[in-house]
């Protein structure tokens, strides 16, 4: 895991000075989306696991203590630093929920020092694996009883965004993945085909096809379009007929017209006695181009999806932002144009008429969203499988509303505000004003 170093110079200078103080009073923070992509009719919460793993273990080791002391950190703060632990207390959705802008994923309460410390790490954490998961969701959309393949990896801005990738998009129910490493670690099916490198290696595409074949029986996917995509498609016909992997071969088409070519390759499949061979597509697919080819009804039985979904290519990050909503028993707000905060814990209340942002210690009718995920610096749950988080994700896509559903020209739902909240928050606003 990365050291506590990794985070911003000014979460280190307030800790500092928050240390020298002794101020030492909890505070909470509220990790949320301010605002959604015009692209988003909703969110796919994840991260928190990286975020937990994150609090578990941080520390300043010696080597932190003697760089920081070359760059202006005092002896006092220094010391601080080297006994500074998490041992707050965090409230998550769970990963896999549906969320929509300016609710909760998480909130974080431990004295100040270390809970603004934290900020840089769980922001990092929460809204690069939320971002992925919710793109990889839309692809679910456009593509329902189709199977996703992350082809990510490659493309991804560094391997471990890639890794995230993977991750958020076996949430959100990808079928399998191109990264062997991210397939290693959490027990995802690995695919893959082969490269234009390997046909164009051989004497010829029948070569190339019978080669790949004879090394790698185990239901084989031929690249038919390294040529002539229909003549490929022909030579590939030839090599399963004569191998006998009618129940298990594929054909993968990687360039040119996707709808038309596919419709060509079933109708030779299909002619030649191969109802059992899938039609594998990919070629830098968003899921715009997706939805139109499903809704079209072309014979495709499943997408590779990489570049688009390694970047989120029309969204690449989210407004995400982490604000201090209490300090020391005291609410407070920022009243920043455009930028204003609800002060205090809050709780999301889930229902058929739609989200309802409360306070923590209200009772309202609905699913309670946020639920305990650490005290006193330590895990109160188990580790949930990606199993359990997809079945979540599933569930609650299935009551997003459709309007927030759409591929083109989403809208998302606004939660309403509980009127304790909305009396809290005048509350505040008003001694914040106060004080100025």
Request: proline share 5%; net charge negative.
């Amino acid at each position: 895991m990365p050291g506590a170093l990794l985070t911003d110079l000014y979460e280190l200078n307030m800790a500092a000075s928050y240390l020298s103080r002794g101020m030492d009073a909890p505070a909470t923070f509220s990790l949320y989306v301010r605002s959604l992509p015009q692209t988003r009719g909703f969110l796919v919460a994840a991260g928190l696991e990286s975020a937990l793993d994150f609090l578990e273990e941080l520390s300043f080791t010696e080597e932190d203590l003697a760089y920081l002391s070359t760059i202006g950190f005092e002896d006092l703060a220094l010391e601080a630093f080297r006994n500074l632990r998490f041992d707050g207390e965090v409230w998550a959705v769970p990963e896999g929920t549906i969320v929509y802008a300016n609710e909760p994923i998480l909130e974080v309460t431990a004295p100040i020092a270390s809970a603004q410390l934290v900020e840089t790490a769980l922001l990092n954490r929460i809204t690069t694996h939320t971002t992925m998961a919710s793109k990889a969701a839309r692809y679910r959309l456009a593509a329902p009883g189709k199977d996703l393949i992350d082809f990510a990896l490659r493309r991804a801005h560094g391997f471990d965004a890639g890794m995230a990738v993977t991750r958020s998009s076996a949430i959100a129910g990808f079928a399998a993945t191109s990264n062997v490493e991210g397939a290693r670690r959490l027990g995802l099916r690995p695919a893959g085909t082969m490269a234009h490198s390997y046909i164009e290696s051989f004497s010829g595409e029948k070569e190339a096809f019978r080669a790949f074949a004879e090394d790698l029986p185990a239901g084989p996917t031929f690249l038919v379009d390294t040529y002539d995509t229909l003549v490929g498609v022909d030579r590939a016909i030839e090599v399963i007929l004569e191998q006998g992997l009618g129940d298990v071969a594929g054909v993968r088409i990687d360039s040119g017209d996707l709808d038309g070519l596919s419709r060509g390759a079933r109708a030779l499949l299909d002619q030649a006695g191969l109802p059992a061979v899938r039609i594998f597509v990919s070629g830098g697919l968003d899921e715009v181009e997706i939805e139109r080819l499903v809704r079209a009804e072309t014979p495709i039985d499943a997408f590779g999806v990489g570049s688009q979904l390694g970047v989120s290519y029309d969204a690449p990050c989210l407004e995400s932002v982490y604000k201090l909503v209490r300090y020391d028993r005291r609410p407070v707000v920022k009243l920043s144009a455009g930028k204003q905060t609800l002060p205090g814990e809050k709780q999301i209340f889930r229902g058929p008429a739609g989200d309802v942002l409360g306070l923590r210690e209200e009772d309202l009718p609905g699913e309670r969203l946020l639920a305990p995920a650490m005290k006193a610096g330590m895990r109160v749950t188990p580790r949930e499988s990606l199993a359990d988080m997809r079945q979540r994700f599933e569930a609650g896509l299935k009551a997003v509303p459709e309007r927030a559903r759409l591929i083109e020209g989403p809208k998302a739902p606004a939660a309403r505000v509980s009127s304790a909240l909305s009396a809290l928050a005048e509350e505040a606003r008003a001694s914040a004003l106060h004080r100025t």
